[in-house]
């Protein structure tokens, strides 16, 4: 059985804070910042030497592959399949493209109207740059299967809706496109370490993901990418870094791409917050991913009641009976003013254009005691139009 309490002990959390936005920012693991000051000291020390002796003499430059073969386990991803680095935007850049180039005879990218925008910048970026016939649609999440057809080249999703929290079926949609030809590009930034994910199981062709959510590596944390095995060497990446060269040191003036999955590197390993990842991943390492989705589910479903029966004027953003995530959102009209308020009296959640406010449920340090006080509080602020306030309509730069 997992100890919640013990594991709630394994993070900073400010006193009198209802922390409900690790779907946004996890918290700081209490042991974060001496993994990071232990390789402040190792710059300090070693110097340059440290790309080979670093991280406990394995070497910094082996930490994408090691911290991806550990963030494999939480994603169902085998070892050498993952890597860590660079941003979210990137690693879906270079996923989809590595898709488009093993169907060049097909033109189509299909996405969602809850896939997140940076996604669908991405695809309308690259469908710029390669001056192909390619045709982006985006439909209602509930019409996707019916979408798919032998026109597809691939399918590109987030399978948590970032703002209403919808839950794609990840094997089922994955079947759906191999057996009209296309391939799979799935964004996991609302799914890793938040529910159990088998992209093995699913025959997912790539996945993406972010380390500052829910995995808890830190704002700016590095992204990761996943590249079903028995693809790994056909890919041609786009982005044809120095690291992911298959002799970095050798300085060839010419591109030859890396083995597997190191192909998908690109720049200069982030050291510093991958020292933070590697002290998060020491609390994943023990984390029963099942029990966790278990959990997770029962505060999700606390908290999505109390609302209900204390807050009428607050709309359920999905229907019942629909799969989520690990989180709960309400629609209001002045949903930004009343997160704020809800904000002002230590309750943190977030809010998302238009009118969605975002609560994220960590089993990992969220009691059902804090679930019950956010409850609690929201009705207040709801019940008293506290939120009709000059000081919680100001919009910030982040929301």
Not at 196 to 219: H, M, R, S, W
Request: net charge negative; charged share 20%; with cysteine.
């Amino acid at each position: 059985m997992m100890d919640w309490n013990a594991f709630r002990a394994r993070f900073h959390l400010p006193d009198g804070v209802i922390y409900l936005d690790g779907n946004s920012l996890g918290p700081m693991p209490v042991a974060a910042p001496e993994r990071v000051a232990r390789t402040m000291d190792e710059w300090r020390d070693m110097l340059i030497g440290g790309w080979n002796d670093g991280a406990g003499g394995e070497g910094w430059m082996s930490w994408p592959g090691r911290l991806g073969d550990r963030i494999g386990r939480l994603i169902g991803a085998p070892a050498g399949s993952v890597t860590v680095g660079d941003t979210l935007s990137i690693k879906v850049f270079q996923a989809l493209d590595a898709a488009l180039k093993m169907r060049p005879d097909r033109r189509v990218i299909l996405s969602d109207g809850g896939n997140f925008p940076s996604d669908l910048y991405m695809a309308e970026g690259l469908i710029g740059a390669l001056h192909r016939d390619l045709d982006l649609r985006v439909v209602a999440p509930e019409e996707v299967a019916d979408t798919i057809d032998e026109d597809l080249a691939v399918l590109m999703l987030t399978q948590v809706d970032y703002r209403t929290g919808r839950m794609h079926d990840m094997a089922d949609l994955t079947a759906r496109a191999h057996a009209a030809g296309a391939l799979t590009v799935w964004d996991l930034a609302h799914s890793a370490g938040a529910h159990e994910v088998d992209l093995t199981g699913a025959g997912a062709d790539f996945a993406t993901g972010c380390t500052y959510k829910y995995l808890n590596a830190g704002p700016g944390a590095p992204a990761f990418i996943y590249v079903r095995p028995n693809l790994q060497d056909a890919v041609e990446p786009a982005l044809s870094g120095w690291l992911g060269h298959a002799a970095p040191f050798a300085f060839d003036p010419s591109y030859r791409p890396g083995a597997g999955v190191e192909r998908l590197r690109v720049g200069t390993p982030a050291v510093l917050q991958m020292a933070a990842l590697d002290a998060a991943l020491d609390i994943w390492d023990e984390v029963d991913m099942a029990a966790l989705r278990a959990r997770s589910l029962e505060l999700s479903e606390r908290f999505a009641a109390g609302v209900a029966a204390r807050c009428p004027a607050l709309t359920p953003a999905l229907a019942a009976g629909v799969p989520r995530g690990s989180q709960v959102s309400f629609r209001h009209a002045d949903g930004y003013a009343i997160m704020q308020a809800l904000i002002a009296r230590g309750v943190v959640g977030d809010f998302r254009a238009p009118d969605i406010l975002r609560f994220g449920f960590t089993p990992l340090f969220v009691s059902e005691a804090e679930v019950d006080g956010a409850v609690d509080h929201l009705a207040q602020v709801m019940a008293t139009a506290e939120w009709d306030q000059p000081r919680f309509r100001a919009r910030r730069a982040v929301t």
